[in-house]
């Protein structure tokens, strides 16, 4: 029996003028989890992509169980029983979440008619074993991102396949989700089943991984045991030089209150009885389970959800949100966690992405001023170190992690005095991560204030000021950052409501 | 036959003709109304806005169905009205042909001008103009449509014996790239003697062509039916003649078969309509009863 | 208690579903345009006349089943029209020019129908050009060649053949002694095809695919469908669609013209996106499609029946038609 | 060396630039359609019947302007066909019927063509119902009140002005002593709301919110731009051109029909199509709308030069659309 699941040797692939992995030759072995690593741009997914027959390499070879293969397409890979959950979380928003599990070549049943019966049944066995809670039967569509990410998790679990590749699962979940995976990766590796884990937590990835591989501008770096494996050692590997970690700031808020928010409530979403304030120069860190209502809360700010009741206050004036619009002119600017949904322009370039919430700043009367649009592309591209080969290239063609580098300078560049970042380290490298927290520091040193979503308790907790939690649409902690622990922000997260 | 000769105050008819929205049947509805108010009697126009059989069969279904006393309709399929109008002739409802009519359809009377005989007289008017051994083109805003062909058709059998040669091209129904297609024809052949409409709206792109070329004098136009663009194309020598099917009369004597045949139980018979050509020695003869909507 | 009372809660939920079918709103609409008509015209609300309606709306209906399928699936197909002629153009000719039975240049029709189904899907899929252009052109291409195959004329004075009656006759019953009930075949036909259609995009494993497809290609690809193939497949369930519906046109007026069927494909396109079906696919249901149909059919009918001008018939049928999606929409808004 | 060199380099790359555009695929097509009747027809080639292609493709390029703008921002526009009538029947009556100066009835129409391009808008965005079937229900409303005002008869015989010969006359200049060059207005009227389309779509800020709002409505929104607000002008801007177009052809024919312009809604999208506009927003241009309506213009008249039958030409058009698309499309795929 071979000892590889997979095996890579000299594979090369090229999109236009970008070489996305450079003669890379790289194994996965049986019944292990392998886990990668890289910088955003390093050709993580796009290695992915080779195994799922999504693309082709152009040069090299593919072995898979010791064969040399060409994995041609989605269904022959399917076939050869690989299964993918995607970075980009494709889904199909329009059916329920049983049809989406089971969507694929086959779908159980008769020759002619699906068996619905079964379908809902195996979906509610796998959802209690992934401790999720979802009806079945809900539209995909209504679901946050975070059950779309279960979703597509369960998915890949559903066929009974050898091969299980996972590109960054984790974004969108929470610590206890994570455990949840975890058990499950552990769970898989004694059926003998393999697996492939990519992600920008190198905690996690020591923790799953049996071995750990790293890329680096497309090319393989090499791979580290995981008794060896630091995050430290992990991140030089990656990146190349060793990198330093931000630690924690001092609290430079003042006490005036720029923000306060009265007895919210907005029934549809299930938001309830919802007060805090934001002051000056403040990170306020909002943390809890996914589905908690955190992003339905920022949204209800900015006015893209209608609040049935409840008070505004900027600066102590009482204010009317009732547009996105309406909010940046208030100087409140919101970055989206749902990256593909709400925020990327999917057929424009990097500059007019970057630049479009910005637009009426960047042009002379009515005609756009293209000089001021390349410069301040140019100026973030550096500022967060962003991979391109040309600024006019379609934001479609970036790494997933370069995608939310674009959105996340979409609004630094806006700088509004109140900005609500909703996950926004989401697929960033550890590098760019340091970068980022700079740059908040930097942000609220200048007055400016920060809400911050983030189901990343390390990041909240290194950040914060002060940390608020949410669970079921109410406000159910809240702690300074000298209070603030793991345990007692999970322990706020998974209360039930107190009336 | 036992109908009754009272009640005809409340005779209501119904006249349906194919792609009814266009300039053509104003002069129908004229004479309608006009057959209508002296009669003291109702009536509808209605039809598809573009020529359908299937759907103009089943607006007859309907008006079968809401009970009128009588149906004028035109005919512009061999066969596809024959089921349609026995039914209405089976439920007692008298159908009269107009404008346009087929054979063998059980419609009591045609009231309208033959096609082929019109395409005919138009065939040599063109020889007429053009003389033995000349090159024309027939303009064909909707090619397919049988009233049309079978107008082509008169004119080319005449054609023929002249031997005059001839095409036939498709304008479309839009009068401006009508327009601009006979120009470009005649770029693509600037040894054609003439061109003519088979219908309205290309026969007002032939004068407004040679218009637009300023050939008048050097290509002949013309075509069929009469609207206020022909008329003054034909006043101003940009267009030589037009075929009149006299539609008033279409729309009157389609009334007044009907009516008679409820009144005083008169079969319906057929009356030839046609046959009139309007050219620079009656065009101002008509051209204000043109646009009063008469001729 | 209970048995009763449980099952009268059984039935109040039964009638809260459908009550709460995303297809209520067309209903809804439907019903109020009817309602308006009946009071207009006496003679509308008639069983003669319910079966006329069905009757007048069979060629349309049928083709927005296949429509709305291939809608859903993200594509469109403005080559219907022209199909809708070109079905019984070339059979006719095949039975008056090379002597077959009708039965048999039927069937090679349709064989004809579905390799023209599968020449817009090829330049759609292969090239990667929209749909929208493809047909487009096609609608032309099929267009003039029907006009060259037939010398312009209409195809009529077929040999008489029991197709005829099973296509485009009139289905007798008895159901007292000496009373019948007449059901044209259109009408019957029309169903059997609605029920197909529901079956193959609402129940069948095809039908999950096409939802996947239209709903998010990418996805639906990743999850190792063939949504060339799916789109393939729709594309000739469409042409297929036409063709038939031309049959049970030349049936029942033993005749067709070159011409028939111009401007039809926005009303196929209409009556699918009445019904409910998202124009940029993903989303429609056949019993949608069904009821928008017959929107289109009974405004129509009604305004025929009222003896309307056709200057104002226009105007009406534009207003009623934007109406009824409003109705619908408003409903669904505030389930 | 060196400032030759870098000089010729940067040459070199704004050569290349030009050809690596998007639109080049499109011009490609039209190149090679051109090249196909040059070869065909001696008269292609000639500088008169260049200036006959542009005169002829005023009409549907102008409107095309209007309307790859409004599918940028992910909406249609059905009633174009309908809006160019209703602008010079409306105006030609004022003038008629009102005795109103035609400057003085035009600038009013286009108020009016201004407010019924807000009704489209308005009916689609304050309901949510799709803009395909608001303006497939416009479409036929607007034609049937056009046909009540005119009461089915052509607008014609109009008082004499000098707007006739400013919208649809020639324009005459001198460039040598006693040679003339003459422009038809409708053509200089082309280019220069090409020019304006180009910049408001491409080179404003507006342009870029109209691409982000089809691109992605929601995000669109939450980048702070007022999505209802961009479509609504896409709305009206497509309205006013398709009025304005109907200026220019009442000013050349100096005649109306109220039946023009039917059909010519499929047209218009197509051109804009194949100028390279996606179906589903998002992505669209100017110079390609130009180019498509152009290839519109170039097929029609070359086979009317060609003197193609009737018949034929159909089949032609539409087997020469697909040809220039996939042409296109071929092309931008090896880029
Ligand atoms: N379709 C494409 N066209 C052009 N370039 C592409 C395309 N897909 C990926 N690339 C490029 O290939 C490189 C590798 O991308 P890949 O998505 O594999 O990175 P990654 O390691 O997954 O990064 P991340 O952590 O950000 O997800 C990047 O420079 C990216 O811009
Ligand atoms: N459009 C919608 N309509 C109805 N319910 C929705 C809609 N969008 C989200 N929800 C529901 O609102 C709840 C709150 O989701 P939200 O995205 O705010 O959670 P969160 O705390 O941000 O967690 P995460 O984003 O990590 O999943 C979820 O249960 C979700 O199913
Ligand atoms: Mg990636
Ligand atoms: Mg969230």
Redesign the pocket.
């Known amino acids: 029996m071979p000892e590889n699941i997979i095996e890579f040797k000299n594979i090369t692939k090229r999109f236009g003028g970008t070489t996305a992995l450079d003669q890379v030759s790289f194994t996965a072995k049986k019944g292990e989890v392998t886990g990668l690593i890289g910088e955003n741009g390093a050709g993580k997914s796009t290695l992915i992509k080779i195994c799922g027959g999504v693309i082709e390499p152009n040069e090299g070879q593919v072995f898979y169980e010791g064969e040399e293969i060409k994995i041609e397409s989605p269904r022959m890979a399917e076939k050869l029983g690989i299964s993918i959950v995607h970075q980009e979380l494709p889904i199909c928003e329009n059916m329920t979440v049983a049809q989406n599990i089971f969507l694929g070549p086959d779908i159980p049943g008769g020759k002619i008619f699906p068996d619905k019966k079964f379908m809902h049944k195996r979906t509610k066995e796998l959802f209690s074993r992934l401790n999720i809670e ?1 009806p079945v039967n ?1 539209l995909v ?9 279960m979703i597509i998790i369960a998915k890949s679990l559903a066929r009974d396949a050898n091969f299980v590749l996972m590109d960054e699962p984790t974004t ?3 610590p206890d989700e994570i455990d949840v995976l975890y058990d499950v990766l552990q769970r898989l590796t004694e059926e003998g089943i393999s697996v492939l884990f990519v992600s920008h937590r190198l905690n996690e990835v020591i923790k799953v991984s049996d071995r750990i591989c790293a890329l680096k501008d497309g090319k393989y770096v090499g791979d580290i045991s995981k008794d060896e494996a630091t995050e430290d050692k992990l991140a030089s590997m990656m990146v190349g030089r060793d990198v330093e970690t931000i630690s924690k700031k001092a609290s430079v808020a003042k006490e005036d209150k720029i923000l306060e928010v009265k007895n919210l409530n907005q029934e ?3 938001l309830k009885d919802i007060s805090f304030n934001l002051k000056k120069g403040e990170v306020l860190g ?1 943390a ?12 209800t700010l900015i006015g893209n ?1 209608k609040l049935d009741s409840g008070e505004i206050y900027l600066k102590g004036e009482k204010v009317d949100i009732n547009s996105p619009k309406k909010a940046i002119e208030y100087g409140i600017g919101y970055l989206p ?2 990256r593909g949904n709400l925020g990327l322009f999917k057929k424009l370039d990097v500059k007019t992405n970057l630049c479009i919430a910005n637009i009426d700043n960047l042009s002379n009367y009515y005609m756009v001023n293209n000089k001021k649009i390349r410069e301040t592309t140019n100026k973030f591209k550096d500022q967060l170190d962003i991979k391109l080969r040309s600024i006019s290239q379609n934001i479609d063609s970036l790494s997933g992690g370069n995608q939310q580098k674009v959105l996340l300078a979409r609004w630094l560049s806006l700088q509004p005095e109140i900005l609500i970042l ?2 926004p380290t989401r697929g960033i490298d550890v590098g760019t991560k340091n970068e980022i927290r700079k740059l908040i520091i930097d942000l609220v040193e200048k007055g400016y204030s920060i809400i911050m ?1 983030s ?1 990343e308790m390390t990041e909240l907790l290194s950040i914060a000021d002060r940390i608020l939690v ?1 669970s079921r ?1 109410h406000i159910t902690g809240e702690f300074t950052r000298e209070e603030a622990t793991e345990e007692k922000i999970m322990k706020a997260a998974v209360q039930e409501t107190l009336l | 036959n036992s109908t009754e000769v009272a009640a005809q105050e409340d005779l209501e008819f119904t006249l349906l003709a194919h792609s009814s929205a266009i300039a053509f049947w104003r002069p129908v509805q004229q004479g309608m109304e006009d057959a209508a108010e002296q009669l003291g009697v109702s009536v509808n126009f209605t039809g598809p806005a573009q020529m359908d059989h299937g759907q103009q069969v089943a607006m007859i279904e309907n008006q079968i169905s809401a009970g009128v006393d009588g149906i004028g309709t035109t005919i512009t399929d061999p066969s596809a009205y024959n089921n349609i109008v026995q039914e209405a002739l089976d439920e007692g409802i008298p159908v009269v042909a107009f404008n346009a009519d087929a054979e063998g359809n059980p419609r009591m009377a045609y009231i309208g001008q033959a096609p082929d005989t019109a395409g005919a007289a138009m065939g040599e008017r063109i020889a007429e103009l053009v003389g033995e051994g000349g090159s024309i083109v027939f303009l064909n805003e909707d090619p397919g449509h049988t009233d049309l062909e079978a107008r082509t058709r008169g004119a080319q059998e005449v054609l023929d014996e002249y031997n005059i040669s001839y095409e036939s091209i498709d304008t479309t129904t839009d009068l401006s790239t009508a327009v601009s297609t006979i120009m470009d024809y005649y770029s693509g052949n600037p040894d054609i003697d003439g061109w003519f409409g088979v219908s309205a709206t290309a026969t007002e792109a032939a004068g407004l062509a040679v218009e637009q070329l300023d050939l008048a004098g050097e290509v002949y136009a013309g075509g069929f039916d009469l609207t206020p663009t022909t008329l003054e194309a034909i006043q101003d020598g940009y267009a030589q003649f037009t075929m009149d099917q006299h539609p008033y009369l279409q729309g009157y004597y389609t009334v007044h078969a009907l009516y008679l045949y409820h009144k005083y139980a008169i079969d319906p018979v057929d009356i030839d309509t046609g046959g009139g050509i309007v050219d620079q020695s009656n065009v101002n003869d008509v051209i204000d009863l043109s646009a009063d909507g008469y001729r | 208690m209970s048995d009763v009372q449980s099952k009268n809660n059984l039935l109040k939920d039964k009638s809260l579903q459908i009550v709460k079918r995303r297809e209520f709103g067309v209903f809804l609409a439907l019903v109020l345009i009817s309602a308006f008509f009946s009071f207009m015209s006496g003679s509308f609300l008639t069983y003669r006349n319910f079966i006329n309606i069905l009757r007048q709306t069979a060629e349309l209906g049928i083709m927005t089943v296949g429509m709305t399928m291939l809608i859903t699936s993200q594509e469109f197909d403005l080559s219907v029209g022209s199909m809708y002629a070109l079905g019984p153009v070339v059979a006719g000719t095949m039975v008056l020019e090379l002597g077959l039975n009708i039965w048999i240049a039927a069937f090679l029709t349709i064989l004809i129908g579905a390799v023209l189904g599968m020449l817009n899907g090829t330049i759609t899929l292969k090239f990667g050009i929209p749909s929208f252009i493809t047909t487009l052109g096609t609608m032309m291409l099929f267009r003039g060649t029907i006009l060259m195959i037939s010398d312009g004329w209409p195809v009529s004075g077929l040999p008489d053949s029991n197709f005829y009656g099973i296509f485009g006759g009139r289905f007798s019953f008895e159901i007292f002694e000496g009373r019948f009930i007449n059901i044209p075949m259109q009408a019957v036909w029309f169903i059997i095809v609605v029920i197909l259609g529901y079956i193959i995009l609402q129940k069948s494993k095809f039908g999950y695919k096409i939802y996947a497809t239209g709903g998010n290609r990418e996805a639906a690809e990743l999850s190792g469908i063939n949504t060339v193939k799916v789109k393939m497949i729709c594309f000739i369930m469409t042409s297929v669609t036409a063709v038939f519906a031309g049959f049970t046109s030349l049936s029942y007026l033993g005749s067709v013209s070159p011409t028939q069927g111009q401007g039809m494909e926005l009303q196929v396109i209409a009556a699918s996106v009445i019904g409910g079906t998202a124009l940029f696919g993903g989303s429609g249901s056949i019993v949608g499609a069904f009821l928008g149909a017959a929107i289109m059919g009974v405004v129509r009918n009604g305004l025929s029946l009222m003896g309307t001008g056709a200057y104002v018939q226009q105007a009406l049928i534009g207003l009623i038609i934007v109406s009824a999606v409003i109705v619908n929409v408003q409903y669904s808004k505030n389930e």
């Open positions: 979802i809900k569509s209504k679901c946050s991102l975070g059950q779309k990410q969108a979940l929470s549809k979403i299930g909002f809890g389970l996914q589905g908690a209502g955190r992003s339905e809360l920022a949204r959800f966690e749902d909703d996950e979503i189901s949410m649409g």
